[in-house]
């Protein structure tokens, strides 16, 4: 069995974060923010444009600057881990963490103005069936579908038809979710449907 990959962390600048003010700088790998008052005990680094400021800087394996194309966060993000799933047993999880209006959906499941803003998810499932289409023993893969979101302490299977909630039962493997529906798909449209749908069931 092959070693688990380390966790990696990516920062994705907001395209409308105002660049020109001294309180924030990034780099390829690190973002610096200014702190208001630096705690004890954290690392602060000064910042060469204030450097009578406290700064503490934020280390990530990339940084994407305001622009970066969905195309590109998927190449480096997800997209190998996507591929290996199809040369052996693995599990990944993608998590998009920030605050209201950071640009979390938009990078998960994109945008919907222009078919280049597709987010994440989409993608993987592009991704997913071209390889799967290209190998000669694709007969031997079976695809199936979840969307669940977690809401208020509460699992919500959002493929059922009242946002049915699902029970989390603890197991030797881990945690389960009793219940959740797994809808098997054939084609990249189907697995899109499935997306839409569950996505139309999400608490907004």
């Given amino acids: 069995m092959s070693e688990a990959k380390a966790a990696q962390c990516f920062c994705i600048i907001h395209p409308e974060s105002d660049l020109g003010v001294s309180k924030f700088g990034f780099s390829r790998t690190s973002v610096d923010v200014e702190l208001?008052?630096?705690?004890?005990?954290?690392e602060e680094t000064s910042a060469p444009q204030s450097s009578d400021r406290s700064f503490r800087t934020f280390a990530f394996d990339q940084v994407f600057e305001p622009g970066t194309s969905q195309e590109a966060v998927?190449?480096?993000?997800?997209?190998?881990?996507?591929?290996?799933?199809?040369?052996?047993?693995?599990?990944?999880?993608?998590?998009?963490?920030?605050?209201?209006?950071?640009?979390?959906?938009?990078?998960?499941?994109?945008?919907?103005k222009r078919f280049a803003d597709r987010g994440l998810i989409p993608r993987a499932v592009?991704?997913?069936?071209?390889?799967?289409?290209?190998?000669?023993?694709?007969?031997?893969?079976?695809?199936?579908?979840?969307?669940?979101?977690?809401?208020?302490?509460?699992?919500?299977?959002?493929?059922?038809?009242?946002?049915?909630?699902?029970?989390?039962?603890e197991?030797?493997?881990?945690?389960?979710?009793?219940?959740?529906l797994r809808q098997a798909v054939d084609t990249e449209s189907d697995a899109y449907h499935l997306l839409f749908q569950g996505d139309s069931n999400r608490h907004f």
């Fill in 36 to 42: 208001p008052d630096a705690p004890a005990g954290t």
């Fill in 74 to 112: 998927f190449e480096e993000v997800a997209k190998s881990a996507v591929l290996r799933t199809l040369e052996r047993f693995s599990s990944s999880l993608v998590m998009a963490i920030g605050g209201s209006g950071g640009g979390k959906t938009f990078a998960v499941t994109g945008g919907a």
């Fill in 126 to 169: 592009s991704a997913l069936f071209e390889a799967l289409m290209a190998r000669a023993d694709r007969a031997a893969f079976k695809v199936a579908v979840s969307f669940f979101e977690i809401y208020r302490d509460s699992v919500i299977d959002l493929l059922s038809g009242k946002r049915r909630r699902v029970t989390v039962e």
């Fill in 171 to 180: 197991t030797d493997a881990g945690p389960s979710l009793v219940g959740l």
